[in-house]
């Protein structure tokens, strides 16, 4: 009888982390992904782990969510790729929302380039990305600071989001699905991100692959809401991120792809050249068309040719 194949990572990390990328399992035991890939099948065999969208969460359904430490060390290349391409959606003299998350805290710090820009946050980590930005102003909500992922949150922070109006939010979250749209672990997080989604005319969701695919607890944004999808290109091998693309596509979400960095040593793919653009064709529930000067913009970086939208996500699905 064959002895049963033993996993070569520890599963304690796993556990730490709630979930991970089989990239970053790669990395951190210093092995192949084909390798981490066959040891993550071993752990789901014993029911230890659920393999999903190119790596891997604790059972149970519903990913828990991991503090910032953790956060801010996965998928660190796909957070920069997305995070500019996510910038140039961001025009001059212009109103936004920020949400928290290490995603978004990326975009902060490319935004601090961006003259006469008004960021609404709460989030303490992306105002302390753009404290030093001379032509950037701050307006933090209020509300009880939650310690995991520093961000104010409660109903200080919700009042204070009432009558705001702004030209579009920039958010993240735990998992994304073209069932449920954007979701959260945290109650406290999951209301305070809806009134930022209330306070804009557009929704851009910031979520690397690693998210498509997975459902948390708490819905934020339902998928209907969502304008805009700014994710990286998922690895070949995972179906299950082209198929949520797809759906989401299917539901009218625009999807544009940033490419993440090189090999290590190499250069990065610069992400403007790497956008795939997929066009919304109508206005959206929720949506104010010609709010704010960034709307003509988007409307610029939108591909109109018919039948582009299936073309372009049925491209990712190949590669």
Partial sequence: MCRPHRPHFPLQWGRANG??????????????????????????????????????????????????PQKSHLATAEKTAIADLAANFVEEGEAIVVGAGTTTQELARRLARVPGLTVVTNSLLVAQ?????????????????????????????????????????????????????????????????????????EVVVLADHTKLGT???FQTVPTDLITRLITDEPPAHDDRA?????????????????????SPGGDAVPAR???????????????????????????????????AERARVADLRRR
């Fill in 19 to 68: 979930a991970v990328s089989l990239r970053e399992l790669a990395r951190v035991v210093q092995t192949s992904e084909v390798t981490v890939r066959r040891d993550v099948r071993a752990l789901e065999a014993e029911g230890l782990l659920d393999r999903r969208h190119g790596g891997a969460v604790l059972p149970g359904g519903f990913t828990r969510e991991s503090g910032f």
């Fill in 242 to 262: 082209g198929t949520e693309l797809q759906a989401l596509a299917d539901q009218g979400v625009q999807i544009a792809v940033a490419g993440a960095a090189g």
């Fill in 129 to 201: 990305a753009l404290a030093h930005a001379n032509r950037v102003e701050v307006v933090m909500t209020g509300g009880t600071l939650r310690g995991s992922n520093y961000a104010l949150v409660g109903s200080g922070a919700e009042q204070s989001l009432q009558g705001l109006r702004v030209s579009r939010a920039f958010l993240s979250g735990s998992g994304l699905t073209a069932e449920r749209g954007l979701s959260t672990s945290n109650m406290l997080s999951a209301s305070v991100d809806r009134a930022l989604v209330q306070a804009a005319a």
């Fill in 215 to 217: 459902d948390t607890m």
């Fill in 273 to 307: 050249q790497q956008r795939r653009d997929v066009p919304l064709p109508a206005p959206r529930r929720g949506q104010v068309p010609g709010v704010g000067p960034g709307l003509r913009s988007a409307a610029v970086l939108n591909d109109p040719s018919p039948g």
